[in-house]
């Protein structure tokens, strides 16, 4: 049954995957890699999907791929899933924040994730540029945009948006 394995590998998401929804990625990956439940291009596309509908990044994600997979119940399964681990752990936080808040471990701690959740977004990015390698359209696209946001530092969104018209014009020219 698909149930329990979706509730198991969305609660871990959930539990370790600090930075915000785009630090699910790598999970996701792992997930798609592991249990082959979508591919790397579906991946790529509930990511572009899910940054451009309303809601975290992470929980739309866990949303359409618990319903790709598991149909309603797989989508509710993945969902609260991966926010259990937040609630309990805010839940926790929240009773000893004063005692802790200052504390020069946890402040070091905080710190050190930040470039682990970068690294490992990194080997994600990797992992979904290599198939599309062959890609000529795909390629001068990012090229473009990476140019376009290193100069223009405008919203994510924008860049996301560009990227979704785009990407259906190059699909009704096909």
Same mark, same amino acid.
């Given at each position: 049954?698909?149930?329990?394995?979706?509730?198991?590998?969305?609660?871990?998401?959930?539990?370790?995957?600090?930075?915000?929804?785009?630090?699910?990625? =790598?999970?996701?990956?792992?997930?798609?890699?592991?249990?082959?439940?979508?591919?790397?291009?579906?991946?790529?596309?509930?990511?572009?999907?899910?940054?451009?509908?309303?809601?975290?990044?992470?929980?739309?994600?866990?949303?359409?791929?618990?319903?790709?997979?598991?149909?309603?119940?797989?989508?509710?399964?993945?969902?609260?899933?991966?926010?259990?681990?937040?609630?309990?752990?805010?839940?926790?936080?929240?009773?000893?924040?004063?005692?802790?808040?200052?504390?020069?471990?946890?402040?070091?701690?905080?710190?050190?994730?930040? =470039?682990?959740?970068?690294?490992?977004?990194?080997?994600?990015?990797?992992?979904?540029?290599? =198939?599309?390698?062959?890609?000529?359209?795909?390629?001068?696209?990012?090229?473009?945009?990476?140019?376009?946001?290193?100069?223009?530092?405008?919203? =994510?969104?924008?860049?996301?948006?560009?990227?979704?018209?785009?990407?259906?014009?190059?699909?009704?020219?096909?």
């Amino acid at each position: 049954m698909i149930y329990p394995q979706l509730i198991l590998e969305f609660f871990k998401i959930g539990l370790f995957s600090f930075g915000g929804g785009y630090a699910t990625i =790598p999970f996701l990956y792992h997930i798609s890699v592991t249990y082959g439940w979508y591919s790397l291009a579906e991946l790529s596309q509930m990511t572009a999907v899910a940054s451009i509908t309303p809601g975290p990044v992470g929980i739309n994600v866990a949303t359409y791929a618990g319903l790709k997979v598991g149909g309603i119940i797989g989508a509710l399964c993945a969902t609260i899933s991966e926010m259990l681990p937040s609630l309990i752990l805010v839940i926790i936080v929240s009773r000893v924040l004063n005692k802790f808040s200052d504390n020069y471990y946890v402040k070091t701690l905080i710190e050190t994730l930040k =470039p682990i959740s970068c690294a490992l977004l990194l080997s994600v990015a990797v992992g979904l540029v290599k =198939p599309n390698l062959g890609d000529i359209n795909a390629l001068i696209l990012l090229v473009f945009l990476l140019l376009l946001s290193w100069k223009s530092k405008k919203s =994510p969104l924008f860049y996301i948006l560009i990227s979704a018209l785009l990407g259906v014009i190059n699909t009704t020219m096909l």
